[in-house]
DNA sequence: TATTAGCACTCGGTAAGAGTGAGTGCTAAT
DNA sequence: ATTAGCACTCACTCTTACCGAGTGCTAATA
């Protein structure tokens, strides 16, 4: 990305800066740089490093008298040169193995309990995107009759996940011929993904209003709505209250704690990821968010090895322990996707 | 509650503290109040009145030379006397009934564009209380085989209320014998509360395993499993980032945040205001809970009249402007009655 | 030639002191 | 019963001074 070739000991200062600054919180200064580390060097060299280096934007200034904070562009190094992330924890291997590992829950709170599980762990703000449904691909589908006027559809994918919706109709159509028409969409549709099948259908409706065939078209419409998309794919969201322990001011705060709110920007953001493999971080201003300034997003998608179904994530500020969460988050999402695929 | 019987001065001048205080943030002191009210009193009057009133606990002094800010007992006071809410203005009422008026859309979603509107309308936290379950009344159940180990449950109310969930079974029964087990479960307890239901079963359960009827017996557990209730109502909250504006203090934040997110404590408050009628308020220390001191509570109940499912509300400062965020909480209630009468 | 010691300089943060003003309680006058 | 007057309190703001961590530059050193 940026074309620069650092010297060996410029790496270990640039590095040493991030993980002190990450530890600390605090500006660092040379003379802290050269009594801590084994880089054998005094003050004044590291001086002189550390300016070569905030010319290259590696590292900046609050202001002249201090000593320098990391600018997205280190902890961008930083994190590349991780080559090897920290093994994770027995104790907590176990903690996700447990929460997550006891089936007989449905997608829904499987979910919110993931979420609320990176969030605890990672003591930052966990996110989970639910599968997108355009993609998946049809197992079966069944009509409930509420009343006269409603159905109940449900309809499971061959990743065996459920979604439902309540439709409204015109027609009040009797159960048995519900039945009839389900076990055609069955026959017809299955294995087919969501966004195939509304395309069939469109053709379908179009023949069928040629025809004038008053309850074929009427089947057709049913059918057209059972396949609607939901306009917003869901993304669950805890401890947002972590975010006031990493930000100090209350303005950054709220633009934070709204952009969570919206919602609709992060999804965007884990759409990439699910095209992806492995766990994924965007820092800073990778992410195009305004709000997310001073953010690192660190994702992995989880799902089966062809057949990706959505994303998981935390949102931090950008001198998150990167060590500490990478691994939290790729083994989440590697006991989810096992959770789902047992389910 | 308190018994005290104020004179009609001293009542004014203690609602106009308040009213001052809600509409400016800052401690009310006596030349404030002579200045802008048409109680024409001096200063010194007014001061008199107003050392009487911290004595009875109405008022309180930040510092010994600062204005007068209201107790919990004198928002209590201030909101009791408000015989007449405020009239809702006729555009806030258009966008409610713009917003949940128009149907079609499941339960879940429609309780969270309540919870939205409601803090997009107060400027406050929203909260919602999904209805709870155990009480509703049974209209119809159905089973869908998923797999040999998994059956999908749908589960109708009698106000037409979807739940769903899956059930692991160890046996791998077919839809056929499904069908014939809700038939049969459809005719037996349909009108029931889930509650009266689960108690049939359990004796249901004890007998057939009194007369060693293998089959019988797997149906009957079959069922329990199918009538088991959820863990945790759910709760909606939308809007926290509302909490910065109202609360300066981060560490005040923080808690509230976590209160929200812990939703077990609000819930149970929302459950008394289920059994109430009408527009609740709750006021700091009327709210058992110790982090949402400084915080009022005001909530109403939704349902038809005789069956009430759960419950609405907003969670703000006690200094929140009460007049117009009664109507508001009042009038969504009845808004999202309708629209699940209409249903 | 690379490293380091030395030094002047910068500048945020803290502490102390003074002045300001909104507000109070009390007393005496109306 | 009400109000004018007055001494007093105390958060807030502003100024000043100082401290110290940290810097960049230059000259000495290995």
Redesign the pocket.
């Known amino acids: 990305m940026t074309g620069e070739d650092l010297d060996k000991r410029v790496k270990a200062i640039l590095s040493a800066v991030v993980h002190n600054y990450i530890a600390t919180a605090e ?6 740089l050269s009594k801590i580390d084994e880089i ?6 590291i ?2 490093v ?2 070569y280096l ?1 010319d290259l934007g590696y590292l900046e ?8 904070v990391p600018t997205d562009k280190a902890y961008r190094f930083y994190v590349d040169s991780l080559v090897v992330a920290n093994a994770l924890p027995g104790d907590i291997k176990r903690m996700i193995d447990n929460e997550l590992g006891e089936s007989s829950q449905g997608l829904e709170s499987l979910l919110i309990q993931t979420t609320r599980l990176l969030a605890a762990l990672t003591q930052f703000t966990g996110i989970v995107a639910a599968p997108r449904v355009e993609h998946s691909q049809l197992k079966m589908i069944e009509f409930i009759k509420m009343n006269a006027r409603q159905i109940f559809v449900v309809l499971i994918t061959r990743s065996n996940i459920v979604h439902n919706k309540v439709i409204d109709v015109s027609e009040d159509f009797s159960q048995e011929f519900l039945n009839s028409v389900t076990s055609h969409l069955n026959s017809q549709f299955s294995g087919q993904s969501l966004l195939e099948i509304r395309e069939n259908l469109m053709e379908n409706l179009a023949v069928e209003k040629a025809r004038y065939d008053q309850l074929l078209a009427q089947v057709a419409r049913l059918s057209k709505k059972a396949f609607e998309l939901p306009e917003e794919d869901s993304l669950y969201v805890e401890g947002q209250s972590n975010i006031v322990k990493d930000f100090h001011d209350l303005d950054k705060v709220q633009r934070l704690l709204k952009a969570l709110e919206e919602k609709i920007g992060i999804i965007n953001i884990l759409d990439q990821t699910v095209l992806a493999s492995g766990v994924q971080i965007y820092i800073g201003m990778e992410i195009e968010s305004e709000e997310l300034q001073d953010c690192a997003l660190i994702t992995a998608q989880y799902g089966s090895e062809n057949n990706f179904l959505g994303a998981i994530g935390v949102i931090g500020p950008t001198r998150m322990n990167y060590p500490r969460v990478i691994p939290i988050i790729d083994y989440t999402a590697k006991i989810l996707s096992q959770a789902l695929i047992n389910n």
Request: hydrophobic residues 25%; without cysteine.
């Open positions: 500006p660092v200064g040379s003379r802290t054998k060097l005094s003050p004044a060299t001086r002189n550390m300016a905030s200034q609050p202001h002249k008298s201090a000593g320098r």
